[in-house]
T-cell receptor, first 113, second 123 residues
Framework: EAGVAQSPRYKIIEKRQSVAFWCNPISGHATLYWYQQILGQGPKLLIQFQNNGVVDDSQLPKDRFSAERLKGVDSTLKIQPAKLEDSAVYLC???????????FGQGTRLTVV | AQKVTQAQTEISVVEKEDVTLDCVYETRDTTYYLFWYKQPPSGELVFLIRRNSFDEQNEISGRYSWNFQKSTSSFNFTITASQVVDSAVYFCALSEASAVRASGGTSYGKLTFGQGTILTVHP
């Protein structure tokens, strides 16, 4: 079965610019997560979707970050405007309700200069 | 609040050596789930093992084994006869049952990760 797909793999932008990341979860997985992984740290949850609804976005910096999951399949994470400290790998993960582990994509490495 | 600590930042071993990765966690939940994930250079997190808090039986799966001790809040992971392909960053993670219930039973992916241990296996 195909894994979690993310694009782009790499992105370099200047501070104050906008950027968007895309995630296509494993087919049939209702739950989708976005994680932020700063270099040298473990991933940190940003937002969790159940189908097309937000379950938990308590750690999402809502002044600049937004995410949506239209139709309960693909998801987009946006940063506007970007700051230097947003440089990180953004990981998408999905999970089937009957599973106990999440499956992760390869991530998008964002560099803000 | 939950917390996961991996005190070892980097470990370097020679192929065929055994290596143990340490993990200590903090949680107020009485029911929780512990995980080990591997992150190779390609970037994705690969699930390795999961343990429920109510099951302290330690197991061996191929070259992997783990030692779960609730009394010391530790969940250590051992690779026996390490290989060069084991070189990666290893993360210990915790998922709390209260978070699972709050999310309608689908929150096993709502993980708190440690900071990771970089394992390098030399030929």
């Amino acid at each position: 079965e195909a894994g979690v797909a993310q694009s782009p793999r790499y992105k370099i932008i200047e501070k104050r610019q906008s950027v968007a990341f895309w995630c296509n979860p494993i087919s049939g997985h209702a739950t989708l997560y976005w994680y932020q992984q700063i270099l040298g740290q473990g991933p940190k949850l940003l937002i969790q979707f159940q189908n097309n609804g937000v379950v938990d976005d308590s750690q999402l910096p809502k002044d600049r970050f937004s995410a949506e999951r239209l139709k309960g399949v693909d998801s987009t994470l946006k940063i506007q405007p970007a700051k230097l400290e947003d440089s990180a790998v953004y990981l998408c993960a999905s999970l089937n309700g009957g599973d106990t582990e999440a499956f992760f994509g390869q991530g998008t490495r964002l560099t803000v200069v | 609040a939950q917390k996961v600590t991996q005190a070892q930042t980097e470990i370097s071993v020679v192929e065929k050596e055994d290596v143990t990765l340490d993990c200590v966690y903090e949680t107020r939940d009485t029911t929780y789930y512990l995980f080990w994930y591997k992150q190779p250079p390609s970037g994705e997190l690969v699930f390795l093992i999961r343990r429920n808090s109510f099951d302290e039986q330690n197991e061996i799966s191929g070259r992997y084994s783990w030692n779960f001790q609730k009394s010391t809040s530790s969940f250590n992971f051992t690779i026996t006869a390490s290989q060069v392909v084991d070189s990666a960053v290893y993360f210990c993670a915790l998922s709390e049952a209260s978070a699972v219930r709050a999310s309608g039973g689908t929150s096993y992916g709502k993980l708190t990760f440690g900071q990771g241990t970089i394992l390098t296996v030399h030929p």
